[in-house]
Protein backbone atom coordinates (compact mmCIF):
# COMPACT_ATOMS: atom_id res chain seq x y z
CA UNK A 1 0.00 0.00 0.00
CA UNK A 2 1.57 3.60 -1.02
CA UNK A 3 2.21 5.75 1.92
CA UNK A 4 3.39 9.38 1.66
CA UNK A 5 4.13 10.87 5.36
CA UNK A 6 4.89 14.44 5.88
CA UNK A 7 7.09 16.01 8.20
CA UNK A 8 9.12 18.86 9.68
CA UNK A 9 6.16 21.18 9.90
CA UNK A 10 5.68 23.34 12.63
CA UNK A 11 5.83 27.11 14.64
CA UNK A 12 7.95 29.57 12.79
CA UNK A 13 8.23 33.82 12.77
CA UNK A 14 7.79 35.47 9.82
CA UNK A 15 10.85 35.75 7.72
CA UNK A 16 12.07 31.93 8.98
CA UNK A 17 12.59 28.97 7.01
CA UNK A 18 11.81 25.43 7.42
CA UNK A 19 12.21 22.21 5.51
CA UNK A 20 9.18 19.92 4.83
CA UNK A 21 10.14 16.43 4.52
CA UNK A 22 7.78 13.73 2.13
CA UNK A 23 8.82 10.28 2.39
CA UNK A 24 7.14 7.20 0.38
CA UNK A 25 6.84 3.65 0.39
CA UNK A 26 5.62 0.96 -1.67
CA UNK A 27 6.39 3.44 -4.75
CA UNK A 28 9.53 4.55 -6.03
CA UNK A 29 10.06 8.11 -6.79
CA UNK A 30 12.16 7.66 -9.01
CA UNK A 31 9.48 7.21 -12.03
CA UNK A 32 7.03 9.42 -10.30
CA UNK A 33 6.37 12.65 -10.40
CA UNK A 34 5.93 14.44 -6.72
CA UNK A 35 4.28 17.69 -5.51
CA UNK A 36 3.22 19.66 -2.77
CA UNK A 37 -0.18 21.05 -1.94
CA UNK A 38 -1.32 23.52 0.73
CA UNK A 39 -4.78 23.81 2.43
CA UNK A 40 -5.22 26.93 4.79
CA UNK A 41 -8.06 26.90 7.03
CA UNK A 42 -11.37 27.86 5.18
CA UNK A 43 -9.61 27.85 1.82
CA UNK A 44 -9.83 25.09 -1.06
CA UNK A 45 -6.41 23.19 -1.62
CA UNK A 46 -3.70 24.66 -3.44
CA UNK A 47 -1.09 23.79 -5.72
CA UNK A 48 2.48 24.79 -4.25
CA UNK A 49 5.42 23.10 -6.01
CA UNK A 50 5.85 19.68 -8.32
CA UNK A 51 8.95 17.93 -10.37
CA UNK A 52 9.00 15.54 -13.09
CA UNK A 53 10.31 12.39 -12.50
CA UNK A 54 12.04 12.42 -16.46
CA UNK A 55 14.26 15.82 -16.20
CA UNK A 56 13.69 17.17 -12.61
CA UNK A 57 11.36 20.14 -14.67
CA UNK A 58 10.02 22.15 -11.65
CA UNK A 59 7.07 24.56 -11.24
CA UNK A 60 5.91 26.99 -8.51
CA UNK A 61 2.84 28.74 -7.59
CA UNK A 62 3.51 32.48 -8.06
CA UNK A 63 2.82 33.17 -4.60
CA UNK A 64 6.36 30.75 -3.56
CA UNK A 65 8.33 31.68 -6.65
CA UNK A 66 11.68 32.50 -5.22
CA UNK A 67 11.25 31.59 -1.98
CA UNK A 68 10.44 27.56 -1.85
CA UNK A 69 12.22 25.28 -3.32
CA UNK A 70 11.54 21.52 -4.04
CA UNK A 71 13.85 18.77 -4.59
CA UNK A 72 13.89 14.72 -4.54
CA UNK A 73 16.48 12.42 -3.40
CA UNK A 74 16.04 9.18 -4.72
CA UNK A 75 17.83 6.85 -3.15
CA UNK A 76 16.18 8.09 0.05
CA UNK A 77 12.64 7.77 -1.89
CA UNK A 78 12.38 10.61 0.12
CA UNK A 79 10.79 14.61 -1.14
CA UNK A 80 11.65 18.18 0.08
CA UNK A 81 10.49 21.43 0.22
CA UNK A 82 12.65 24.10 1.04
CA UNK A 83 10.60 27.40 2.53
CA UNK A 84 12.33 30.46 2.72
CA UNK A 85 11.41 34.24 3.85
CA UNK A 86 7.99 32.58 5.57
CA UNK A 87 4.83 34.80 5.48
CA UNK A 88 1.99 34.54 7.77
CA UNK A 89 -0.14 33.86 4.79
CA UNK A 90 2.01 30.48 4.16
CA UNK A 91 0.24 29.21 6.82
CA UNK A 92 -1.47 25.96 6.22
CA UNK A 93 -1.37 22.45 6.19
CA UNK A 94 0.99 21.07 3.63
CA UNK A 95 0.78 17.59 1.92
CA UNK A 96 2.82 15.71 -0.77
CA UNK A 97 1.37 13.65 -3.86
CA UNK A 98 2.46 11.44 -5.96
CA UNK A 99 1.76 10.43 -10.18
CA UNK A 100 3.10 8.06 -12.35
CA UNK A 101 2.16 9.67 -15.10
CA UNK A 102 0.57 13.16 -14.96
CA UNK A 103 1.63 15.92 -17.11
CA UNK A 104 2.82 19.25 -15.98
CA UNK A 105 -0.42 20.98 -17.63
CA UNK A 106 -2.19 18.88 -14.61
CA UNK A 107 0.33 19.56 -11.73
CA UNK A 108 -1.80 22.35 -10.24
CA UNK A 109 -4.87 20.34 -10.48
CA UNK A 110 -6.28 17.52 -7.84
CA UNK A 111 -5.45 14.52 -10.78
CA UNK A 112 -2.53 13.35 -8.51
CA UNK A 113 -3.01 9.39 -7.81
CA UNK A 114 -1.31 9.54 -3.95
CA UNK A 115 -1.79 11.61 -1.26
CA UNK A 116 -0.27 12.44 2.50
CA UNK A 117 -2.17 13.40 5.27
CA UNK A 118 -0.04 16.47 5.57
CA UNK A 119 1.91 18.33 8.33
CA UNK A 120 0.69 21.54 9.85
CA UNK A 121 2.96 24.67 9.04
CA UNK A 122 1.95 27.85 11.22
CA UNK A 123 3.75 31.62 10.52
CA UNK A 124 3.54 33.77 13.19
CA UNK A 125 3.80 37.82 12.50
Known amino acids: QVQLVESGGGLVQAGGSLRLSCAASALSISYYAMGWFRQAPGKEREFVAAMRWTDSTTAYADSVKGRFTISRDNAKNMVYLQMNSLKPEDTAVYSC??????????????????WGRGTQVTVSS
Open 97 to 114: AADRYIGTYDFTSAAWTH
